[in-house]
């Protein structure tokens, strides 16, 4: 978990925080929803559905876009690549 997402902010204010400290193209890791090891991506946006979940749109790298709950995203350390 990011630390973001470990505050007590409202669901629109952490992803408003989640935007702000990790732009576009910012390089994180998330766990595969179907299992397996730890995968990387890049962020696109974060929002906040209608049932109030924060969630992160995430581009990998075939260019597909993600959507996951922003609590699974763990965010690397500046110009760390794998």
């Given at each position: 978990m990011?630390?973001?997402?470990?505050?007590?902010l409202?669901?629109?204010?952490?992803a408003?925080?989640?935007?702000?400290a990790?732009?576009?193209?910012t390089?994180?890791?998330?766990?595969?929803?179907?299992?397996?090891?730890?995968?990387?991506?890049?962020t696109?946006?974060?929002?906040?559905?209608?049932?109030?979940?924060?969630?992160?749109?995430?581009?990998?790298?075939?260019?597909?876009?993600?959507?996951?709950?922003?609590?699974?995203?763990?965010?690397?350390?500046a110009?760390?690549?794998?």
């Amino acid at each position: 978990m990011n630390e973001i997402a470990q505050s007590t902010l409202s669901p629109r204010k952490l992803a408003e925080k989640f935007n702000a400290a990790f732009p576009l193209g910012t390089k994180v890791r998330y766990q595969n929803p179907q299992g397996g090891r730890a995968q990387e991506a890049t962020t696109h946006t974060a929002a906040v559905v209608a049932a109030g979940v924060p969630l992160v749109w995430l581009k990998q790298p075939t260019g597909a876009i993600l959507c996951l709950d922003l609590y699974q995203i763990e965010t690397l350390p500046a110009g760390r690549a794998e």
